[in-house]
């Protein structure tokens, strides 16, 4: 059972223009959401973060949305840098009694083409 | 500061040899996880621990072991490898729950 779900493999993205990446999840316990970037041959790195109890974060040239009674939220990168292709995955957690564990989805592969 | 550490970053194991993979934190943080990475599969947890000698199991803990007899230290064992546990690996730290982890660069592990 995925209880975070990103429902596109890739993306690909002219250079300047707008990147939106998104992600679906089915536990309504989830209250906290973050963003991960991956290069090849390296680790995850944290990228931003939402509350529950916000709808929107800015972080520079990103920005996450949460919808939560769509259990939806999404990244935008503007505009989009060739240096942004990679994976990115979105990540759920489910709370400080459950041990603060990051359930994550499958990742999407974002190309910026110049 | 060294981050998130992960030993070794690369093996092949024959198929019911054993092996433990090491992930050293020097942030004094206090949860650490073990994620399995396959292709269209993203990232799965294996085990978690909550602080020192505490550990969990995470969503795919079959084949696996874990210990957690330092802070600073997280060891994944595999008893005896299957082709199935060909995978990478990595290791992550968090100081709390709800907040950023910091991976560690992986360890790309083949069983044949």
């Known amino acids: 059972d995925q209880q975070v779900k990103q429902n596109s493999p890739s993306l690909s993205v002219q250079e300047g223009r707008i990147s939106i990446l998104n992600c679906d999840y089915t536990n309504s316990m989830f209250d906290y959401f973050l963003w991960y970037k991956k290069y090849p041959a390296e680790g995850p790195t944290f990228l931003i973060s939402i509350s529950s109890i916000k709808d929107k974060n800015e972080d520079g040239r990103f920005t996450v949305f949460l919808n939560k009674s769509a259990k939806h939220l999404s990244l935008h990168i503007v505009p989009s840098q060739p240096g942004d292709s990679a994976v990115y995955f979105c990540?759920?957690?489910?709370?400080?009694?459950?041990?603060?564990?990051?359930?994550f989805g499958q990742g999407t592969e974002l190309s910026v083409k110049p | 500061n060294a981050g998130v550490t992960q030993t070794p970053k690369f093996r092949v194991l024959k198929t019911g040899q054993s092996m433990t993979l090491l992930c050293a934190q020097d942030?004094?943080?206090?949860?650490m996880y073990w994620y399995r990475q396959d292709p269209g599969m993203g990232l799965r947890l294996i085990h978690y621990?909550?602080?020192?000698?505490?550990?969990a199991k995470g969503e795919v803990p079959d084949g696996y072991n874990v210990s957690r007899l330092k802070k600073q230290n997280f060891l994944l064992g595999l008893e005896s490898a299957a082709p199935s546990q060909t995978s990478v690996y990595f290791c992550?730290?968090?100081?709390?729950?709800?907040?950023?982890?910091?991976f560690g660069q992986g360890t790309r592990l083949t069983v044949v």
């Open positions: 621990s909550v602080g020192e000698g505490t550990t």
């Open positions: 990540a759920a957690s489910e709370g400080y009694n459950q041990g603060g564990k990051l359930i």
């Open positions: 992550a730290s968090s100081y709390q729950s709800h907040r950023e982890a910091f």
């Open positions: 942030m004094n943080h206090e949860y």
